[in-house]
């Protein structure tokens, strides 16, 4: 499934940034705050397009929610088309997967985790998360071993009314169990993002992305 995305080349970066928007969202959402989070234009950012467009032009979803919450075979056809456009990204980029971070907000970001734990998945070089949690399938094959000390930075609400605290520090403690070097930040806000989170999302990148 080809994806529609929205890209910030920076010449001469060796290294790829892919970020996934939440729920009625589009790809120039995060895009908006590279320029924030990358000042020293160390990575190409790459921001797709959900495959599912809402009615009356208002922005995608990568799946739906109902009344059960969210539909399985949605999730898993976001998961496969995202590992597949990313691997043709950075095989065209001649860039491994060790200097790819990925991350992404809400829907986004369930599909990162998801991602970073595929079994015989790549080794993504760093996951980037915020307001989101572990993939809400019981039955999903996940494993986030061996992390290898690789960076997370896992950034939530303390006011979400769609995903709980504890399930967001659930996921952080499923990574740091599994290896990875994990930061978990709160911030006085309910389902968004805020200027901050970005200002602490640079300084992780700068601090842990060789």
């Known amino acids: 499934m080809a994806l529609t995305s929205y890209r910030i080349d920076r010449q001469g970066a060796d290294r790829l940034l892919f970020l996934f928007h939440g729920y009625s969202a589009e790809q120039h959402h995060l895009a908006a705050y590279v320029p924030l989070v990358d000042p020293q234009e160390r990575f190409t950012a790459i921001c797709p397009r959900a495959i599912h467009d809402l009615p009356d032009g208002d922005g995608a979803s990568w799946f739906e929610i109902g009344e059960q919450g969210f539909d399985r075979t949605d999730f898993d056809e976001a998961a496969g088309a995202l590992e597949s456009f990313i691997d043709a990204e950075a ?13 992404g907000f809400s829907q986004g970001g369930y599909l990162a985790l998801a991602l970073a734990g595929r079994p015989g998945g790549p080794a993504y070089g760093g996951l980037w998360l915020m307001c989101c949690a572990l993939p809400p399938f019981p039955d999903t094959a996940l494993d986030l071993s061996p992390g290898d000390g690789r960076p997370a930075l896992v950034q939530y609400g303390t006011r979400d009314p769609f995903v709980a605290n504890a399930e ?30 970005m200002a602490d999302a640079r300084d992780w990148l700068h601090r842990h992305v060789a």
Do not use: F, K, N
Not at 91 to 103: K, L, M, Q, S, V
């Open 91 to 103: 095989t065209a980029a001649r860039i491994p997967d060790e200097r790819c971070i990925i991350g």
């Open 168 to 197: 967001t520090e659930r996921a952080a403690a499923a990574l740091t169990d599994a290896g990875w070097q994990v930061e978990l930040r709160g911030y006085d806000m309910a389902h968004s993002q805020t200027l901050e989170m």
